[in-house]
Each structure stands twice: as structure tokens, then as C-alpha cells.
T-cell receptor
Framework: QQKVQQSPESLIVPEGAMTSLNCTFS??????FAWYRQHSGKAPKALMS????GEKEEGRFTIHLNKASLHFSLHIRDSQPSDSALYLC???????????FGSGTRLLVSP | GGIITQTPKFLIGQEGQKLTLKCQQN?????MYWYRQDSGKGLRLIYY???????QKGDLSEGYDASREKKSSFSLTVTSAQKNEMAVFLC???????????FGKGTRLTVV
């Protein structure tokens, strides 16, 4: 059974800082890795995703994947108060359909 | 674009009652999901369906049944509502492997 864990549980950073969020998974054959963001009272929305080892950058957001260490991360450059939300990582297992989410990291960016 | 509609938005049931939550999507996506989100927490997978008439158990399927009779709809039944399962239930869909998951706005369940 795939285990997906996130750290830290919560984080407060000042506006303009770099934010780093972590996600570990247990199934080394997992195929697809994504980050979602959920603002208070809203549905989760996909931020970005990656298939293979390495790094992918989109604007202020960068995702790193290291399958060998069963770890991927999200980095937010120049964090803004509007980035304050619950961040969820998601891993798709070997069959390609089962999507397991982590327990979330609550980010607060203080102005 | 498409939309995922969940009904009802709010559901109040009595302990021990059987309750059904409904989800419709007009994306024409093959795969659909039901997740439970306890207050401020992550998402736990209850059931998913790869295509019409397919059902796969998630990690939290005990106490729930699901049904996918049409490609566009996926329903979830709480077989005997308990006070410790008050949560928001999120329906989601996905066009295929390797794609992002799209979510509905949720059904908030209260058990009295």
C-alpha cells in the first residue's frame, strides 16, 4: 500500500522568502508526481507535475524529483501572501490510475 | 472547459443512516475518484473507477460503496453514517494516465 508523507505539517515564511515543501513516497515504481494547492474553502487545484528524475521550473515554482531516494519537493521563489494555502503532494502508482495524496502542508506567507 | 458537479453541497444525516452522494462530470474523462478530507487535512482515497462499470477500492473503502453506471457519473454511499466521519467528500476526474486530477467543490457531511 503506497504511503505518501509530507513535511513540514505547517510553515510560516515572510513575504519574498523561498519556501520548500517535501514529499516522500514508498513505492519506487510510482509513475507520476504532482503538487496541488488548496485555498481555504476551495477545491484543490493542480500546480505542477513531473514524470522523470530531475527538475522542472514554471514561473516561481520548481519541482524536484529523486526516485531513488523516494522524494520530491516543491520550491516557491519570492513567496507571496496569495501563496498561503494547503499544499498537497500526489503520487500515481504503478498501474497509472491510483492517485494517493499526502496529508498536506499548511503554508502561511506573512506580509 | 468542463465542470464536476457534486450534489448535495451539504448533507446532514443521522447516525446509522445510509446516505448517498452524487457526482457528475462533463469533461468526458474516463477515470473518476472519491476522496474524503477531514478538517484541514489531506485527502484519503475511498474508491476510484478507471472506466464505466469499473470499481477499485482505495485505502479507506470500508463503510462505503460506490457505483459507476455511466461514464459521466460516480456515486458514493455511506452504508451506516458515523459521527467520526464528518468530513468533506471530494469527487474528482482525470482524462487519463499521467494527467492532473480535476476536483468538484465537495459535499460536506454532518452526522447528528
Amino acid at each position: 500500500q503506497q504511503k505518501v508523507q509530507q513535511s513540514p505539517e505547517s510553515l510560516i515564511v515572510p513575504e519574498g522568502a523561498m519556501t520548500s515543501l517535501n514529499c516522500t513516497f514508498s513505492d519506487s515504481a510510482s509513475q507520476y508526481f504532482a503538487w496541488y494547492r488548496q485555498h481555504s474553502g476551495k477545491a484543490p487545484k493542480a500546480l505542477m507535475s513531473i514524470f522523470s528524475n530531475g527538475e522542472k521550473e514554471e514561473g516561481r515554482f520548481t519541482i524536484h524529483l529523486n526516485k531513488a531516494s523516494l522524494h520530491f519537493s516543491l520550491h516557491i521563489r519570492d513567496s507571496q501572501p496569495s501563496d498561503s494555502a494547503l499544499y498537497l503532494c500526489a503520487v500515481t502508482g504503478t498501474g497509472g490510475y491510483k492517485v494517493v495524496f499526502g496529508s498536506g502542508t499548511r503554508l502561511l506567507v506573512s506580509p | 472547459g468542463g465542470i464536476i458537479t457534486q450534489t448535495p453541497k451539504f448533507l446532514i444525516g443521522q447516525e446509522g443512516q445510509k446516505l448517498t452522494l452524487k457526482c457528475q462530470q462533463n469533461f468526458n474523462h474516463d477515470t473518476m475518484y472519491w476522496y474524503r478530507q477531514d478538517s484541514g487535512k489531506g485527502l484519503r482515497l475511498i474508491y476510484y473507477s478507471i472506466t464505466e462499470n469499473d470499481l477499485q477500492k482505495g485505502d479507506l473503502s470500508e463503510g462505503y460503496d460506490a457505483s459507476r453506471e455511466k461514464k459521466s457519473s460516480f456515486s458514493l454511499t455511506v452504508t451506516s453514517a458515523q459521527k467520526n466521519e464528518m468530513a468533506v467528500f471530494l469527487c474528482a476526474s482525470r482524462p487519463g494516465q499521467g494527467a492532473s486530477v480535476f476536483f468538484g467543490k465537495g459535499t460536506r457531511l454532518t452526522v447528528v
